[in-house]
């Protein structure tokens, strides 16, 4: 394989641009950050985001490192049964958030997904749901950072190490995230959402001309070698494996503090229903867009795809573009691919920061935390939360795409119940809360601690058992003053 034409000079114009990116990008966080006057502005955005940016933070947010570097390495290997879980069931859970959640936590104005547990149920549900909420973003922020590293070493050419990417991409995030929280990262998500866009687009008809054939030839030899089949194969096992994958994402990240957050941003409860639908209409079919390049690699460079395909496959689209595409393609590509990384980092670092503050810290704090200390202690916890999240992406040796997959299995089985069922049926207790809590994960963690390899993934068995603890909760010990109609104290916004 030779090298296109403009490669070889155009390794240090590559560098230089991601230099001037990060820094411009960065930048224009750090100016975002100056709106910031209260906690309202940090947590949400003021709640004035109209369609378009509410579409953007959706979207953007949710393209991170899976969707260009896990999801087409994935398909590689396993086809569009091992992408299941994402994007279809993480593309399906923005759907169903919008359609049957939005609307109704909208009304609630409320700061934190936590907040809702409380006014719901008791203090008991609002912390542990938090603590899954907050251990739940450790997956998903550090494959962002691991991203970061991989594509700083790949640039590079091998002159900055992985470990060295991470810690200097998660600084940089942390700087405009920590000053400008909500407002920031609406701002540069909706400008990253554009350069992803148009950097995607351009990439893969670049790509597509490079296969003899064109895009239908790319399409019809992953038909030919199966990787369409989509439904598992009919046994008890595969089909259960299938649902929980699906269910994970699908269910497990309702729950979660930056779809929250994207809901509440919004200006008006239509624009957070209709940003929702969209942005995950969108999130879906550019999912595609890698998935495509990645597969082209096997036309285009089979003996690169062999050398990764066994060892490090999130490699095979970043040296496809090194390697076989001019220095123009390879700066609207990793342009694209860092503007994904940022834009679901900042606000994944943010989202479990805002949860573990207000519903975590500032209870345990004596006597009533004002505004101004308020926004403070957020900032403290949001640079607490990158360094934990940094020795774990250091530490890690799962791949990005199971890094983010197995991120949601706590939020599934601990949160989701009392979230839908509180909202949807007017029976749900106190106690059905608790019980849905501490059944799921008791069961969860049983399952996967004595029975990892069962037929019934532990996810589901956890699942079932949330299911039935807020059943029967809730049959023993009806209502007692949680009515969903109950006003917000302290945590409105």
């Not at 947590?43 to 369609?51: D, H, I, K, S």
């Not at 980092?345 to 200390?373: C, Q, W, Y």
Request: with cysteine; charged share 10%.
């Amino acid at each position: 394989m030779t090298d296109a034409p403009g490669i070889g000079g155009g390794r240090a114009m590559l560098i230089w641009f991601v230099i001037l990116y990060w820094v411009i990008s960065v930048a224009i966080g750090l100016l975002a950050a100056l709106k910031v006057r209260n906690t309202k502005d940090f947590t949400v955005a003021g709640r004035r985001l109209p369609y378009g940016m509410v579409i953007a933070v959706v979207f953007a947010t949710w393209f991170g490192s899976e969707a260009v570097l896990g999801i087409p390495a994935t398909f590689l290997g396993e086809g569009l049964r091992g992408v299941v879980s994402d994007p279809f069931g993480s593309s399906m859970c923005l759907v169903l958030v919008g359609m049957f959640f939005a609307r109704k936590l909208y009304r609630m104005n409320l700061m934190t997904i936590g907040d809702f547990y409380k006014l719901r149920y008791n203090r008991t549900v609002e912390v542990v749901t938090s603590i899954a909420i907050v251990i739940s973003y450790l997956g998903w922020v550090g494959a962002q950072i691991k991203a970061l590293g991989l594509v700083f070493h790949a640039v590079s050419g091998g002159a900055m190490s992985e470990p060295m990417g991470m810690v200097i991409g998660a600084v940089s995030v942390l700087a405009y995230t920590l000053l400008g929280g909500m407002i920031s990262v609406a701002v540069t998500d909706f400008i990253q959402m554009i350069i992803i866009v148009v950097g995607l687009v351009y990439i893969a008809v670049q790509v597509s001309g490079m296969v003899p054939g064109g895009a239908s030839a790319v399409i019809t030899h992953a038909a030919q070698a199966g990787k369409f089949a989509f439904l598992p194969e009919l046994n008890p096992t595969e089909v259960l494996a299938f649902i929980a994958a699906g269910i994970t994402m699908m269910f497990g990240s309702i729950p979660q503090q930056d779809v929250f957050q994207r809901v509440m941003s919004s200006k008006s409860e239509n624009v957070a229903v209709a940003g929702s639908v969209t942005g995950g209409v969108l999130y879906f079919f550019f999912t595609f867009i890698p998935i495509f390049l990645a597969y082209s690699a096997l036309l285009i460079a089979p003996s690169m795809v062999q050398k990764y395909i066994g060892t490090d496959p999130q490699q095979i689209l970043p040296q496809l573009v090194l390697t076989s595409v001019p220095v123009v393609a390879q700066v609207m590509f990793f342009g694209a691919l860092l503007s994904a990384i940022k834009s679901c980092a900042s606000a994944t670092l943010l989202a479990p920061s805002v949860t573990f503050a207000e519903n975590i810290v500032r209870p345990m704090l004596r006597g009533r935390i004002d505004d101004k200390h308020l926004l403070r202690l957020m900032r403290i916890v949001v640079l607490c939360f990158t360094a934990l999240v940094l020795v774990y992406a250091l530490n890690s040796t799962a791949s990005i795409f199971h890094m983010v997959e197995s991120a949601y299995k706590v939020t599934l089985v601990c949160c989701f119940v009392p979230l839908a069922f509180g909202l949807y049926w007017k029976r749900s207790s106190s106690l059905g809360g608790t019980l849905a809590v501490l059944f799921g994960l008791v069961v969860w963690i049983g399952c996967e601690w004595l029975a990892p390899e069962a037929m019934v993934p532990a996810q589901l068995a956890g699942l079932a058992a949330s299911i039935a603890g807020m059943v029967i909760g809730s049959l023993l010990q009806p209502n007692a003053g949680h009515a969903q109609s109950r006003e917000p104290q302290a945590s409105t916004i």
